[in-house]
């Protein structure tokens, strides 16, 4: 059939699906969509589909037409997505129709994700879809995911593998943590021996610019963001293997003692490299945020450093070495303001009472539900804008069905006003890779991946219940196994294709 993707001009990524179906009455229907829609109705009304019959149109009033490239590659992409054991490319225009009408392109993935899950075979491989219409549009506008590809090396395809499972879930934000203490595997056009000296492998386990240009093309297409990190002034010991100069030398006494600490935050040279750093960075990813970390910074190497606490006299800090941290950050945020980006920076940063400009973005990642919630109220009665993390960092594991924790989080369950609750845009799940790599990245991520996003993306009131979730994360986490994700199932039980295999 044809659905009509229509366009109108505004920026909010809403969407409403009508599937406009001839009747014929039957009892089955889909478990549901993931994550729920706003407004979701559908009847047992139900028509067949037929593959050799179903084409993807724009609507003459659309503001997007043929050649959009965004939508003509997911229009491709879904074709297969929705008939998974149909091959061949012949299509014509059939009578029965649906509509899809979008404000966005983005919003039209959303909506074509959507209808590929309201589509089911029979026993006899029909397809079939129910009569229903939805009206939808996310809670939260930023729907994240974070891979650490510095602890592990994850190739390529790895990360392209985990875009698709992430749109499917309608997230819509990849944080690439791309370098940290153990490896540096971007390849910087300005700073080769960074990964030459910093990675892993100077030829294997390197992000090269094609490769960076391919990971952000394919998001693209899939309505997602590339929003990359180089945290600093901790987490940078691969650093210094390719910048001489650039990290603090640590001493024992009066001598060096042959050790490193994080970022030298006195020297002139220190901040010449990171504008040129950062000067290529904003360049490679074309996104309008970038991601600064300043978190964890281990005090004990500035301290002992006599060159350091030399300056910290000079500046007046006394032995308040938050404020040198303070000062450094600061330093860095301007860089990247010159350059047109927005930062995000870990609460660290707050917690430490640093002058950065209101338009950063806070991202709270440790603590307690009481903690966290104390910081959501105290970020936000600051006027800025904030980003939760904290109680989504799923490299943490437990045996049974921990995705039930993070499907009962309640984000804006924190005391403010109206005004502080809409500073809170969004939130993130994290997969720090201390124990992950490409051999179990995809099973313990998804679906546990997926009740946050649910979480991120629909009406709290509608989808509190655990128990009411469970059979449509199961019926997801089915599909997700049949577009080949390897997801981990949540408790005893079957899909009707099971995985096959490599």
Same mark, same amino acid.
């Given at each position: 059939k044809t659905p009509n993707v229509t366009f109108g001009r505004y920026t909010r990524p809403k969407f409403n699906l009508v599937l406009l179906i001839i009747l014929q009455l039957s009892l089955h229907t889909v478990e549901g969509v993931w994550p729920l829609p706003q407004s979701f109705t559908s009847s047992t009304e139900r028509y067949p589909l037929n593959p050799k019959a179903f084409y993807f149109g724009y609507g003459r009033q659309s503001a997007a037409q043929q050649d959009c490239s965004v939508l003509d590659a997911a229009f491709k992409r879904y074709f297969s997505l929705i008939f998974p054991d149909y091959t061949s490319d012949n299509l014509s225009v059939s009578a029965g129709q649906a509509s899809l009408n979008a404000e966005t392109v983005w919003g039209a993935l959303r909506g074509l994700e959507t209808f590929s899950q309201l589509v089911y075979q029979d026993d006899f491989g029909t397809y079939f879809v129910n009569k229903t219409e939805i009206d939808d549009f996310p809670r939260f506008q930023f729907r994240g995911i974070l891979l650490d590809t510095s602890r592990h090396y994850l190739p390529v395809q790895a990360i392209l593998k985990t875009l698709d499972a992430m749109a499917y879930s309608k997230f819509n934000v990849f944080h690439w943590h791309i370098v940290d203490d153990p490896s540096f595997p971007y390849q910087s056009r300005t700073f080769p021996d960074l990964s030459s000296t910093g990675a892993f492998h100077p030829m294997t386990h390197i992000y090269t610019q094609s490769d960076v240009r391919r990971v952000i093309s394919h998001a693209r297409l899939w309505g997602i963001r590339v929003?990359?990190? #180089?945290?600093? $002034?901790?987490?940078?010991?691969?650093?210094?293997?390719? +910048?001489?100069?650039?990290?603090?030398?640590?001493?024992?006494?009066?001598?060096?003692?042959? /050790? #490193?600490?994080?970022?030298? %935050?006195?020297? $002139?040279? /220190?901040?010449?490299?990171?504008?040129?750093?950062?000067?290529?960075?904003?360049?490679?990813?074309?996104?309008?945020?970038?991601?600064?970390?300043?978190?964890?910074?281990?005090?004990?190497?500035?301290?002992?450093? %006599?060159?350091?606490?030399?300056?910290? +006299?000079? =500046?007046?800090?006394?032995?308040?070495?938050?404020?040198?941290?303070? #000062?450094? =950050?600061?330093?860095?945020?301007? @860089?990247?303001?010159?350059? *047109?980006?927005?930062? @995000?920076?870990? +609460?660290?940063?707050?917690?430490?009472?640093?002058? @950065?400009? *209101?338009? /950063?973005?806070?991202h709270i990642w440790k603590g307690t539900p009481a903690s966290y919630k104390e910081e959501l109220s105290r970020m936000t009665k600051a006027g800025m804008r904030v980003l939760l993390a904290a109680p989504w960092y799923i490299n943490h594991i437990a045996y049974g069905q921990d995705w039930r924790n993070y499907y009962t989080v309640q984000p804006l369950n924190f005391s403010g006003t109206e005004e502080q609750k809409k500073l809170v845009i969004g939130g993130e799940v994290c997969m720090w890779g201390e124990y992950v790599d490409a051999t179990n990245l995809t099973p313990r991520l998804w679906p546990r991946a997926s009740a946050a996003a649910e979480r991120l993306w629909s009406d709290e009131k509608q989808t509190s219940s655990v128990d009411e979730a469970f059979p449509r994360l199961q019926d997801f986490r089915c599909k997700l196994v049949r577009r080949g994700i390897r997801a981990e199932p949540l408790h005893v039980g079957h899909c009707k294709h099971e995985y096959q295999g490599v």
């Open positions: 929003l990359p990190e #180089f945290d600093s $002034p901790g987490h940078t010991q691969s650093w210094g293997k390719g +910048q001489s100069d650039l990290l603090t030398p640590c001493y024992r006494g009066s001598t060096p003692s042959g /050790t #490193f600490g994080p970022v030298n %935050p006195v020297l $002139p040279s /220190t901040y010449q490299f990171m504008a040129r750093l950062f000067k290529e960075v904003s360049s490679v990813f074309p996104d309008s945020y970038i991601h600064l970390g300043g978190d964890e910074v281990d005090f004990s190497c500035w301290k002992s450093n %006599p060159d350091v606490r030399a300056f910290m +006299q000079k =500046m007046g800090f006394g032995g308040d070495f938050t404020k040198l941290e303070a #000062f450094y =950050m600061e330093k860095i945020v301007n @860089i990247t303001s010159a350059l *047109k980006k927005t930062s @995000i920076v870990w +609460q660290d940063v707050f917690d430490y009472h640093e002058r @950065i400009p *209101k338009d /950063t973005v806070l």
